[in-house]
């Protein structure tokens, strides 16, 4: 296959990313002021996405769709600081392109066919940027994405602080599931129901493998970050019943551990928690306890995503502070919300199943000027939860049904629960651009809740 090396810009139409620069100077322009902090470094990835066979249950071959020939595709990992910088080369039979979920990197960057034309097959496109925030992020497909996401194209970014707590071990798990037909492929979208729930496969994955069996030394406590990339599905985790302490959320870090005895991710959601320890012989189930997100078809049981068997006791260097990190309250006291997003659902003679932003599809909302505190009101008009995701830039979130959370932290994807509202608070730093907020669950995107806005200046 003829590749052509874009090397450093396409020309993107639609709309402007920094109001006086043309797409391709404000590429020009993100690209070369990408310069890594003094000490640290340009870290180069090569991203190919390609079709292939691979195994997500042992023994059947499925027609895949990755980055560099696996699922998920190889974990990008970074230091505060550093700049990526990932080519992307394209052999799949249809455009593609990349959005670095959790980012914040400048628009032209964020990889969606708002800010890029589409990458065509046979081409190449280089993405750069500093990393300018430690945490679990992932990057997939923003293109096709219930078709591509869900044959496997992403893969999960770690970017590491300096001063981080120490732990005996660390693992990275990205739970995904998929549907499979008899003869081992995938099962192409489609169908009322799948429009309105979302896709929820059968076969449930972690890191692209069916139920695997994990390994861990007794007495030990491992940092866990987990990243739900699943179409639809809601994974409420569950090791073994046994408690463990969330230490961070997507957008890094929270102020202080906190002890549960499972969490909930939403589509998009990622948890980093502290497990262990536990004793010789033990054998857990990591599993989603039962969850109802409101939709057709009910989840009336817990159901297994790995085994974690407990191995020989092995010595102990964790070093959990009770203080991880300071977080400043974006807004202290009342505060009048300044936006409102209603997420909608309608059904509509033409096209079936609707989904909506403030009563329309694909929604072109107010710009958000840089600097200036938003209070946003995310309200759900439907019977179903939907996970929202801002791009580019992270949020606190104020109240839940009218309830502040227990701990501060930074998000960029909160569930909204049905008939109810999520108040959320953030301020746009100096990256103007073309920007979108929507709800996470793939099918729900495609058929229109989302929105556009620009930041700026
Ligand atoms: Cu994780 Cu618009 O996406
Ligand atoms: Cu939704």
Request: charged content about 25%; hydrophobic content about 35%; overall charge negative.
């Amino acid at each position: 296959m003829q590749v052509h090396r874009h090397e450093h810009h396409t020309s993107a139409p639609g709309p402007t990313s920094v109001a006086t620069m043309s797409p391709a100077e404000a590429y020009d322009t993100a690209f070369e002021s990408a310069q890594p902090d003094e000490g640290r470094t340009v870290v180069r990835v090569e991203l190919e996405a390609r079709e292939f066979d691979w195994e997500f249950v042992p023994g059947t071959r499925t027609r895949a769709w990755g980055f560099g020939g696996q699922v998920p595709g190889p974990t990008i990992e970074a230091q505060v600081g550093d700049v990526l910088e990932i080519r992307l080369t394209n052999h799949l039979p249809e455009p593609t392109v990349v959005h670095w979920h959790g980012l914040r990197i400048p628009a032209v960057m964020d990889g969606t066919e708002r800010v890029q034309r589409p990458v065509d097959p046979g081409e190449s496109y280089i993405y750069r940027f500093r990393v300018p925030d430690a945490g679990t992020f992932w990057y997939h497909s923003h293109f096709n994405e219930t078709v591509q996401l869900e044959r496997g194209l992403y893969g999960a970014l770690i970017v590491r602080a300096p001063d981080e707590p120490v732990f005996d071990a660390e693992r990275t798990f990205v739970l995904d599931d998929v549907e499979l037909e008899k003869d081992g492929q995938i099962r192409p979208p489609g169908g009322w129901i799948e429009s309105h729930d979302g896709r929820e496969g059968t076969t449930r994955l972690v890191n692209g493998r069916q139920e695997p069996e994990i390994r861990m030394a007794a007495g030990q406590v491992e940092r866990w970050r987990i990243v739900n990339a699943a179409s639809a599905r809601y994974v409420r985790l569950s090791v073994g019943g046994r408690p463990f302490r969330i230490i961070g959320t997507g957008g890094g870090l929270i102020p202080s551990p906190v002890t549960v005895t499972e969490v909930l991710l939403p589509a998009a959601g990622r948890t980093e928690i502290a497990v262990g320890p536990f004793a010789e012989g033990e054998t857990l189930r990591i599993e989603t306890l039962p969850f109802n997100r409101g939709s057709f078809k009910a989840h009336k049981k817990a159901e297994l995503f790995a085994t974690l068997r407990v191995g020989a006791a092995a010595p102990s260097r964790t070093q959990l502070p009770d203080r991880l990190r300071e977080i400043e309250p974006l807004v202290t006291g009342p505060v009048p919300s300044n936006r409102t997003v209603r997420l909608g659902f309608g059904l509509g003679l033409k096209h079936g199943v609707e989904f909506n932003i403030n009563h329309e599809q694909h929604h072109h909302a107010d710009p958000v000027r840089v600097g200036e505190l938003q209070v946003w009101e995310v309200v759900n008009r439907s019977p179903v939860h939907h996970p929202f995701h801002l791009h580019g830039f992270f949020f606190q979130v104020l109240e839940v049904n009218g309830k502040a959370p227990d701990h501060l932290s930074w998000e960029d994807t909160v569930n909204v629960p049905p008939f109810g509202s999520v108040r959320i608070a953030w301020m746009a730093d100096d990256r103007p651009g073309g920007w979108m907020y929507h709800c996470h669950i793939l099918e729900h995107h495609a058929a229109g809740m989302m929105a556009h806005f620009e930041v700026i200046r």
